[in-house]
């Protein structure tokens, strides 16, 4: 996806821009963070990606199950589930959970300005397929491990990831209720 699509703070389309202009100038626009679960033995686990060393930023960090961007008339839930495909091959519904708008400069020179939407996923077994210029390597994460990760060795992950994974966190209760 080339063009990225702008927003205000409420989320209002103003426009939209190259992808890499909108880095460049640290342009807000739209992105998507997905989080997929499942229970192994009735513990809940969370499926994190290390993203390609050579991604334009936060390369071979650590990061939710997938995130993205949306197209200009693409809706967040469908611009979801079609870069789940892309990234890892699964097919599953998504739910939407809130959103969230952070800000973050790179050593490249590259800005991370993003009006973030947090979508979840419920796994179902089903084979996961890497595609290999977006994702290095996958990992299930029992809950508490990923809590202490993220305090002890904070370098290895997204910037985006904790401020995303504090509203996932308050709505746990909910993404139990989808093993239901």
Same mark, same amino acid.
């Given at each position: 996806?080339?063009?990225?699509? @702008?927003?205000?703070?409420? !989320?209002?389309?103003?426009?939209?821009?190259e992808?890499?202009?909108?880095?460049?100038?640290?342009? @807000?626009?739209?992105?998507?963070?997905?989080?997929?679960?499942?229970?192994?033995?009735g513990? @809940?686990?969370?499926?994190?990606?290390?993203?390609?060393?050579?991604?334009?930023?936060?390369?071979?960090?650590?990061?939710?199950?997938?995130?993205?961007?949306?197209?200009?008339? #693409?809706?967040?839930?469908?611009?979801?589930?079609?870069?789940?495909?892309? #990234?890892?091959?699964?097919?599953?519904? @998504?739910? +939407?959970?809130?959103?969230?708008? +952070? =800000?973050?400069?790179? $050593? /490249? /020179?590259? $800005?991370?300005?993003?009006l !973030?939407?947090?979508?979840?996923g419920? +796994? =179902?077994?089903?084979?996961?397929?890497?595609?290999?210029?977006?994702?290095? !390597?996958?990992?299930?994460?029992?809950?508490?491990?990923?809590?202490?990760?993220?305090?002890?060795?904070?370098?290895?992950f997204?910037?985006?990831?904790?401020?995303?994974?504090?509203?996932?966190k308050?709505?746990?209760?909910f993404? /139990?209720?989808?093993? =239901?």
């Open positions: 996806m080339n063009k990225l699509v @702008l927003v205000d703070e409420h !989320d209002n389309i103003i426009g939209t821009e992808k890499m202009v909108v880095h460049q100038l640290g342009m @807000l626009h739209r992105a998507f963070s997905i989080f997929i679960f499942r229970k192994q033995q513990v @809940l686990q969370v499926l994190l990606q290390k993203r390609q060393r050579n991604k334009y930023h936060s390369g071979g960090l650590w990061t939710n199950s997938c995130c993205g961007h949306p197209g200009i008339n #693409e809706e967040i839930i469908f611009a979801g589930n079609r870069r789940l495909q892309e #990234e890892l091959g699964i097919d599953i519904p @998504l739910h +939407y959970l809130d959103n969230f708008i +952070y =800000k973050s400069e790179f $050593t /490249n /020179n590259l $800005t991370e300005h993003e !973030d939407h947090i979508l979840i419920i +796994y =179902k077994e089903q084979r996961i397929k890497l595609d290999p210029n977006e994702v290095e !390597d996958i990992k299930w994460s029992d809950l508490p491990e990923l809590e202490q990760e993220l305090l002890a060795v904070p370098e290895n997204t910037v985006w990831l904790p401020l995303a994974w504090s509203i996932v308050n709505n746990l209760s993404i /139990n209720t989808l093993f =239901k």
